[in-house]
């Protein structure tokens, strides 16, 4: 007797629990689906233990088992042999379970990050993985743990278009009802209901509570029947190890209400043991299966409303399309001493510029914290802060309640950056984090602009973030470059800070290259200092390259730092009489903390800098 041929005499079929956080448990803290090949013994006790336990549906070791997951240990090229050894270790399980099934299973693989994986790549991994479990002879297909719907929907179409075995699809939540896409938990399941499903439910990430909250809101399917696998608990931390500390009795006594929610089809997920599926199995012994039930639709509404903050400012972008707009880097400080760094933000001010924009960290040495800065410079002296966050040092969490700071400190001018990796810092062993890259962050600014969190969770009211991204012309081929521009403008990004430029040809360059970009550009301008100085940033900076004749230019003065200095100013200022002749935006970058450098050209820009309403605007 097949799956279906069980849920249709009217059966709620039990399914097994976790294996990963058994594993876990036990000690294992290598690659699970390896021990398909290393440990088969282990993996098949536990298939018996859950199978006595009275599950009478078990998945195969093989939730990561895919190109992409195996090659974080090296073992990619064994995608075969780890999942067919599975599939038998699982059928060999029941051989002596005559009214057990079997289920392939395959997990999702984009997680909180759509954008880390193209769909083609998915693809291409999903159907070698499928391929295996089929030619093993599984009795179905478990696609389990999708966060990502449009993920889920692909491999869906995949597998039902190569097999008409039993496809049980399962979604994992972020929020109570809705993915983090904010896609509702029903119009999701009828979706996958409609592309072939025959079981469609939930997995992972809640537990029991939360999960039949979900459920409360869920039509029983039509055609499908609908499963659940909850969690144990939540996780602690305890002693550098994850555990779950779920009494298996608390999962008997909410068997029931997963049945009162039409549920035909129950297991677990993370943290959970053979206890909590024997649990479920005693509670719902000869219990019959519902088939109607009263649905409880819960309205949620996002506030539509903009900031509470009654002072939020034009964006700069918005002013650069029109006229000519100056901003200002000046660097945290790597010391606690902070005057000096007042003192220059207070010239700036003084000097008439639009923004001081405060680097997060740059060349990835810790200095004062940009934030904390730009909210002094913003109170203190009335200077509008754009700052800069970096991916490297703050996970998802972190990123997300940095953002929302930044909203109640009514600082709303953002520059979304990658950042440099931390090795070519002060502390070359510390972690980069990188959960997302700047075209990640870009989006993420832009749904918290729309009221939501990345996962989905609602923030209230809306955010009033402009979003900056780094652009760098200092490459060999520009149209690649101007590809990764388009490319962050499709991610929200309003308008663009340049690198410094140090030529003529390159402005031109640039603007001939982007003036079919309607998104500002903020042309890069940087001072030199000395003839050190230009080979440094020549040779050693990513991102910035010097002419010969720059280069020339300045080792003319190598012994003569102050006759150097003025060299680099003079620079500076042919190349803002050219960059104004065709861009609006200008960005000073202030070396050295030595601020009367960029006072001086910003004084430069405004008083003698060509300016011209006929030249083009659109593309600064």
């Known amino acids: 007797m097949g799956i279906l041929d069980s849920l249709q005499q009217d059966k709620i079929l039990i399914a097994d629990g976790a294996m990963g956080t058994l594993l876990y448990s036990y000690g294992s803290d290598c690659c699970f689906e390896e021990l398909n090949l290393s440990q088969p013994n282990q993996i098949y006790n536990i298939h018996k233990a859950y199978l006595n336990a009275g599950a009478n549906l078990i998945q195969t070791n093989t939730y990561a088992a895919n190109y992409h997951k195996l090659e974080r240990y090296g073992l990619q090229d064994q995608v075969k042999e780890i999942n067919s050894a599975a599939v038998r270790l699982a059928k060999k399980a029941v051989a002596d ?8 299973t395959i997990g999702g693989i984009r997680a909180i990050k759509p954008e880390a994986i193209p769909l083609e790549e998915i693809k291409r991994t999903f159907r070698e993985q499928l391929y295996c479990l089929l030619l093993e002879g599984v009795d179905g297909i478990l696609l389990e743990t999708f966060y990502d719907l449009e993920e889920l929907e692909t491999v ?72 659940a696998y909850p969690n144990a608990s939540l996780p602690s931390y305890v002693d550098g190890k994850l555990e779950y500390d779920s009494d298996a009795d608390y999962f008997k006594e909410t068997a029931l209400a997963f049945r009162d929610q039409g ?29 109607e039930k009263q649905v409880k639709r819960k309205e949620r509404t996002i506030i539509l409303s903009s900031s509470k903050k009654k002072d939020v400012p034009t964006p700069l972008f918005e002013k ?17 001493n902070t005057d000096k760094f007042m003192a220059g ?71 979304a950056v990658t950042g440099d990796p931390t090795k070519v810092g002060d502390f070359p062993g510390a972690s980069s984090v990188y959960d997302v890259t700047s075209f990640g962050l870009i989006n993420m600014i832009k749904q918290f602009n ?60 640039v603007y001939q290259a982007t ?46 730092p102050q006759q150097a200095s003025l060299e680099g100013l003079n620079i500076a200022k042919g190349l803002l009489d050219a960059a104004l002749e065709l861009f609006n935006g200008i960005y000073l970058i202030t070396p050295f903390m030595r601020y009367e450098l960029t006072v001086e050209l910003a004084n430069y820009a405004k008083k003698y800098g060509p300016f011209h309403s006929s030249r083009r605007v659109q593309n600064v």
């Open 97 to 104: 379970h005559p009214d057990a099934h079997v289920v392939g």
């Open 156 to 227: 869906l179409q995949i597998a039902r278009k190569e097999t008409d075995l039993p496809i049980i699809a399962q979604v994992s939540l972020q929020e109570v009802g809705y993915l983090q896409n904010r896609v509702h938990i029903t119009d999701a399941l009828n979706r996958l209901e409609s592309l072939g499903a025959d079981i469609v439910g939930l997995n992972c990430r809640l537990g029991p509570y939360h999960m039949i909250s979900t459920l409360e809101e869920v039509s029983i399917p039509k055609t499908a029947y609908l499963s």
């Open 263 to 291: 549920v035909r089809l129950l297991g677990g997920c993370c943290g959970t043991t053979p206890a909590h599926i024997r649990a479920f199995s005693e509670a719902l012994q000869d219990v019959v299966p519902l088939k």
């Open 320 to 336: 650069a399309k029109k006229q000519q707009s100056i901003i200002v880097e000046l660097d945290p400080p790597r010391k606690l």
């Open 345 to 415: 933000a207070k010239a700036l001010k003084d000097a008439g510029i639009d923004a001081i924009t405060l680097a997060d960290n740059s060349l990835a040495s810790p200095r004062v914290c940009n934030t904390a800065l730009g909210s002094i410079v913003k109170s203190d002296i009335g200077l509008r802060p754009l700052i800069h966050i970096t991916c490297r040092d703050r996970n998802l969490i972190g990123l997300q309640s940095h953002l929302m700071g930044l909203h109640q400190l009514g600082i709303y001018d953002v520059l």
């Open 450 to 509: 729309q009221g939501v969190s990345l996962s989905g969770k609602e923030l209230g009211e809306r955010t009033s973030f402009s979003v900056g991204a780094a652009f760098n012309p200092n490459v060999r081929i520009i149209d690649k470059a101007v590809e990764r521009l388009e490319k962050k403008i499709d991610a929200g990004a309003d308008y663009f800070i340049s690198q410094p430029v140090f030529s003529e040809e390159k402005l031109l360059e």
């Open 515 to 560: 003036k079919h970009i309607d998104a500002p550009i903020y042309i890069g301008i940087m001072p030199l200092t000395s003839s050190r100085n230009a080979n440094f940033l020549h040779h050693e900076v990513p991102g910035i390259k010097l002419t010969p004749k720059v280069l020339e230019m300045m080792n003319r003065h190598q012994n003569d």
